[in-house]
């Protein structure tokens, strides 16, 4: 079955660099477009990224646009969250989740399979 | 952005009632570019309704989605005691894509 793993939270200064991992299996990962969202202690979800199936392209909230990167290792079937320049206010859940149609080459869809969450915390 | 408002915040019924969860966008979300989520603690969402109407995989039919332009709403027909979670909508008509704030449904 579809099993979403996110691994790499933790606590973090303000200034400071995180890596999240996201370990894919039971479904053809090279096919399917891979987001980031993420949900503060006590708040709503927020959308935080999504990067193409083959990794051609990817799309940011303006929150994290030119301090977090998306990517992907499609051998590995294994996505990735590089965050920098962190602040208090990303302090939050990390989740990976899946498009559930293959091949969608932009980042309006919805989501069959999340993980469970990471999480990480900014502070000083 | 398209913000979403879920009302009410809580919800208190019993079990084997019927509740009604709404939705409402600040812009249309045309063609229904709407679904729906089930959070429970420590556990990974779960997708319940897609398209505003149609239920995901191996949901039960107690669920069901209804709505177009800005308006939704997500009922869940005879409350089982599994029912009582977060639920969150989701547009993704336009960019970025954009989550309610919740409704928590709990036991009465």
């Known amino acids: 079955q579809v099993q979403l793993v996110e691994s790499g939270g933790g606590v973090d200064q303000p200034g400071g660099s995180l890596r999240l991992s996201c370990a894919a299996s039971?479904?053809?990962?090279?096919?399917?477009?891979m987001h980031w969202v993420r949900q503060a202690p006590g708040k709503g979800l927020e959308w935080v990224a999504f990067i193409r199936y083959d990794g051609s392209s990817s799309y940011y909230a303006d929150s994290v646009k030119g301090r977090f990167t998306i990517s992907r290792d499609n051998s590995k079937s294994t996505l990735y969250l590089q965050m920098n320049s962190l602040r208090p206010e990303d302090t939050a859940f990390y989740y990976c989740a899946k498009d559930r149609d293959p091949i969608k080459v932009g980042p309006l869809y919805f989501f069959d399979y999340w993980g469970q969450g990471t999480l990480v915390t900014v502070s000083s | 952005e398209i913000v979403l408002t879920q009302s009410p915040g809580t919800l208190s019924l019993s079990p084997g009632e019927r509740a009604t969860l709404s939705c409402r966008a600040s812009?249309?979300?045309?063609?229904?570019?709407l679904a729906w989520y089930q959070q429970k603690p420590g556990q990974a969402p779960r997708l319940l309704i897609c398209?505003?109407?149609n239920r995901a995989t191996g949901i039960p039919d107690r669920f069901s989605g209804s709505g177009s332009g800005t308006d939704f709403t997500l009922t869940i027909s005879r409350l089982e005691p599994e029912d009582f979670a977060v639920y969150c909508c989701?547009?993704?008509?336009?960019?970025?894509?954009?989550f309610g704030q919740g409704t928590r449904l709990e036991i009465k």
């Open positions: 812009q249309s979300v045309s063609s229904s570019y």
């Open positions: 039971g479904f053809t990962f090279s096919s399917y477009g």
């Open positions: 989701q547009q993704y008509h336009s960019s970025p894509i954009t």
């Open positions: 398209g505003a109407s």
